[in-house]
């Protein structure tokens, strides 16, 4: 007779397997997440401002973008990850470098191109003045980025034409990498730490700051406030949400640590061939000599 003759549910790879579940080639590869960013210069009509500049921009998958002056949204985790941005050159477009997702920084972080923390130095650099300016550009061009998902809801979105659309709530992503930003977002988590407090129990309404640089430019920051005196209930949904968060990030990181053996054993091989040639050109100037 089977051992497995009671349901475990604290096991379920062992249970799924039981029940034949494992190589369902049926189930849903993984969810779809809009992408949250901040719109930093308005869309201009032909006689008015169809999107003010600072309002917050939802890019759906696969369908329309919304913009609203104001969001809010319930954080399900946060984790973090390096970006570089790659200019182009001759038939190549531009692209980005990324890292997978852990939820430190304090490990080396392999990227998609074949090396770790998109380029950036291991451990920390005592002088940074000292360096090489091709190093100090290096690490500047490098985006220390927190990734928050979550759940969010536009308050009177608008599409890019300034027309109002309904108000949906979204799976989202959001790639927060400017500095002060980082620290600002951070500080919902900080606070929520203090608490005792899980991110997705709480809302939070977004809302933006402008910033102004010595160039005369303009941008923006996000501007978080956290409802901390209304405590919302997990519910069933939220969990199997959750999961969909975790199955996400895991597909991520996969991807990337793929690419990441590929560029790997590229770059193995490119060295093993240089080595080679170099041996031949050695053997050929010992024989003219």
């Known amino acids: 007779m089977s051992e497995l003759t009671t349901i475990n549910t604290n096991n379920f790879a062992e249970m799924a397997k039981a029940m034949g579940m494992a190589n369902d080639t049926t189930a849903k590869k993984g969810m779809f997440l809009s992408r949250l960013r901040i719109q930093h210069k308005a869309i201009l009509g032909a006689e008015s401002i169809l999107v003010k500049a600072g309002t917050y921009k939802l890019e759906i998958p696969d369908g329309p973008t919304h913009y609203a002056e104001s969001a809010v949204i319930r954080p399900f985790l946060q984790r973090y990850m390096y970006k570089k941005f790659v200019m182009g050159q001759g038939g190549s477009p531009n692209r980005y470098v990324k890292t997978v997702m852990a939820d430190n920084l304090n490990i080396d972080l392999k990227d998609d191109d074949g090396g770790f923390n998109c380029g950036k130095p291991a451990g920390w650099i005592q002088d940074y003045n000292a360096l090489p300016q091709k190093d100090k550009d290096l690490i500047k061009s490098i985006k220390r980025v927190r990734v928050v998902f979550g759940a969010i809801h536009l308050v009177n979105p608008k599409d890019e034409n300034g027309k109002p659309v309904e108000e949906t709530t979204s799976n989202f992503i959001w790639e927060v990498e400017n500095k002060e930003a980082f620290k600002t977002v951070g500080g919902i988590f900080t606070q929520l730490g203090k608490m005792k407090r899980l991110p997705p129990q709480h809302n939070v309404t977004l809302n933006t700051e402008l910033r102004k640089i010595p160039s005369g430019n303009d941008y923006y920051v996000p501007s978080p406030s956290l409802d901390i005196t209304n405590s919302i209930e997990i519910t069933d949904e939220?969990?199997?949400?959750?999961?969909?968060?975790?199955?996400?990030?895991?597909?991520?990181?996969?991807?990337?640590?793929?690419?990441?053996?590929?560029?790997?054993?590229?770059?193995?091989?490119?060295?093993?061939?240089?080595?080679?040639?170099?041996?031949?050109?050695?053997?050929?100037?010992?024989e003219v000599a």
């Open 238 to 286: 939220d969990q199997l949400l959750f999961g969909e968060f975790m199955g996400w990030l895991q597909n991520y990181n996969e991807y990337i640590i793929n690419k990441w053996a590929e560029k790997s054993s590229q770059v193995e091989d490119d060295e093993d061939f240089d080595m080679q040639l170099n041996d031949i050109i050695d053997i050929e100037e010992d």
